[in-house]
């Protein structure tokens, strides 16, 4: 879904947002950083497989997805990451790795760290890797309709990396 795209879904929905155009970053770390944003409002969108079937995991950015937690959440037996070759053509207008956490207007389900329920903005890659919308997480929430949930856990930072 191109920006445009994506605008004129969030138009007629009424909703508020701010699109920032940042240099390109291909990790949600480098956008936020790139973008002035505080990393636990940026939200990073991860593919997933459950039980054969392609789902968005989306948690903050600084946070690594926990497999477990999700297959639990999710009542589903297998869970693996997707690889770019098995998802890039269900988002043939974005930059691969880039598309926004709407899956709902891919026919995708959603599943979203509870973490992110707890800041008022959420920010997010809108299918280019200089692009970002932020918008307030209660309309995010309220378009997409995700399954909240516990799926994340702190990404691992060495001391000398503090």
């Known amino acids: 879904m191109p920006i445009e795209k994506l605008k004129t879904f969030l138009d007629k929905e ?25 990393g636990r409002e940026v939200a990073k969108t991860v593919m ?28 589903a037996k297998k869970v693996s990451l997707a690889s770019e070759h098995e998802f890039a053509a269900l988002f ?19 599943y979203v760290d509870e973490r992110l329920t707890h800041d008022t903005w959420i920010a997010f890659n809108a299918g280019k890797h200089s692009v970002a919308i932020q918008m307030a997480f209660s309309d995010f929430r309220k378009l997409v309709e995700p399954t ?5 856990e702190r990404a691992y930072r060495s001391p000398a990396a503090a």
């Open 14 to 38: 009424g909703i508020k947002y701010v699109i920032i155009t940042h240099s390109r970053a291909y990790t949600a770390q480098e956008a936020a950083a790139s973008a002035h944003i505080p």
């Open 92 to 110: 043939p207008d974005c930059d691969t790795g880039a598309m926004p956490p709407f899956g709902n207007l891919y026919g995708l389900p959603v």
């Open 48 to 75: 997933v497989k459950l039980d054969g079937r392609m789902a968005m995991a989306v948690l903050p950015a600084s946070y690594h997805i926990d497999l477990e937690h999700l297959a639990g959440a999710a009542g």
């Open 148 to 152: 909240v949930v516990a799926l994340a």
